[in-house]
């Protein structure tokens, strides 16, 4: 489908799902390089990652584990400046290579608080892989390590993204038509 209607909002295909699997594979495959012989806790924000988070980890080589924290940003379409953390991190990852994975990035407020916390927990290193991101919203300080996408600032759905829960069982990702 071009077009689909989600809710009271009309989204057409933005990213089709043969772009995001050449994309995933170039993310694990960069990787792949960078963690040759080391054991990587990967660290999926919920509830979005979890689509990327498994297509990903089924091109890692080697070993890794993964785990999950759930946080929230988002009220309908638009982002807050209020993080709420709704399943915390319970991995023990002192002295561990953290991989943090989330499925977009925009203001960057959700990685910026979930960096402050694993850092407190003293892992060997942290790295962020998101599969979009939105260098236009980006308002935080932090390096992003691995990019799938860099997108516009628009409202997208689909691989994982919702609109108020809906949309994240899509193939390809759709972008609202104003």
Do not use: W
């Not at 295909?13 to 960069?30: G, H, L």
């Amino acid at each position: 489908m071009q077009r689909i209607k989600i809710k009271d909002k009309e989204f057409k295909i933005s990213i089709r799902a043969e772009e995001i699997a050449n994309a995933v594979k170039q993310v694990a495959s960069q990787i792949n390089r960078d963690y040759e012989g080391k054991d990587p806790v990967f660290l999926s924000v919920l509830n979005g990652s979890y689509v990327f988070a498994a297509d990903l980890l089924r091109h890692i080589k080697g070993p890794c584990r993964i785990s999950f924290v759930k946080l929230s940003s988002y009220s309908g379409t638009t982002t807050t400046s209020h993080v709420k953390e709704l399943i915390g991190l319970n991995e023990d990852i002192q002295g561990k290579d953290v991989i943090i994975l989330e499925d977009i990035i925009d203001t960057g407020i959700t990685v910026d608080r979930l960096l402050e916390e694993v850092k407190k927990r003293n892992p060997a290193s942290i790295r962020i892989a998101c599969f979009c991101y939105k260098p236009e919203a980006f308002q935080k300080n932090f390096h992003i390590d691995y990019i799938g996408m860099k997108i516009p600032n628009k409202f997208i759905v689909g691989y994982g993204l919702d609109y108020d829960g809906y949309g994240r069982n899509l193939p390809h990702i759709y972008e609202v038509v104003d």
